[in-house]
């Protein structure tokens, strides 16, 4: 949809042309304030965008890990015996990228009838191939002190910067398209020219949620059913028609 149209000459002494396939990256916001477009017919603005579905290559995961004990030594103690475990398991699991943080104490003052403890905590995060979800989350999940997050799809990184050329070209024609329709519907004579383009947003992964399972002979986590990832990308277009 077109979000905006304006019909005046700009008079300015500098005219810009962003060529779309010579060069992805968009103005900086510094450039953007100095330089001003020069149109002498119908300016018009067109949002495009585009996106493509990813087959999964791996999933990211990211989980917390706690521990609670009179004193931050002891807390601190069972934290690095549980994390011993989760990494143990992890490592059957053949997880990459594995990273934990260091931990966190907390100390929650005494109560009537509750004496004062300290919680000791940090996050684990790492990739695992998707055959590995049941795994995941039954062997990993179930473990004292661990809390799973959803897991991320994710793609093969290295088609990135070919993926991000296709989804460039998609938007563009996108906001093309868009604004020879308004050049039709106007009566206008000409063609839009490209004046400027300029990128507001690129990929966006999709998070999944998954709940745990009551029966171990409940169906397995089918990393089939998981959403495939999706790259996006947003971009703002302005046209000259004289």
Known sequence: ????????????????????????????????????????????????????????QRLGFSLGLEAEAGTADEALG??????AA???????????????????TYTRPAQRGRPALTSASLRVSGVVAPARLQSLVREVGGLPGVRLAPVTP???ASADPA?????????????????REMVQAMGLGGAPVPLQVQIQSG???????RAALDAAAAPPFDPAELPDPVDRLELMARFCVR
Do not use: H, N, W
């Open 1 to 56: 949809m077109v979000s905006s149209l304006l019909r005046l000459p700009f008079r300015s002494a500098l005219f810009i042309l962003t060529a779309l396939l010579g060069s992805a990256a968009p103005l900086s916001p510094a450039l953007a304030q100095q330089v001003q477009l020069r149109c002498d017919g119908t300016l018009l603005e067109a949002q495009g965008s585009a996106e493509l579905k990813r087959d999964i």
């Open 78 to 83: 069972a934290l690095q015996q549980r994390l």
């Open 86 to 104: 989760v990494r143990s398991t992890l490592q059957r699991l053949a997880v990459q990228d594995l990273e934990v943080t260091s931990p966190a």
């Open 154 to 156: 994710q793609a093969d």
């Open 163 to 179: 993926v991000r050329r296709q989804l460039l070209r998609a938007a563009y024609q996108d906001a093309l398209a868009q604004a």
């Open 203 to 209: 990929f966006r992964p999709v998070p999944l949620a």
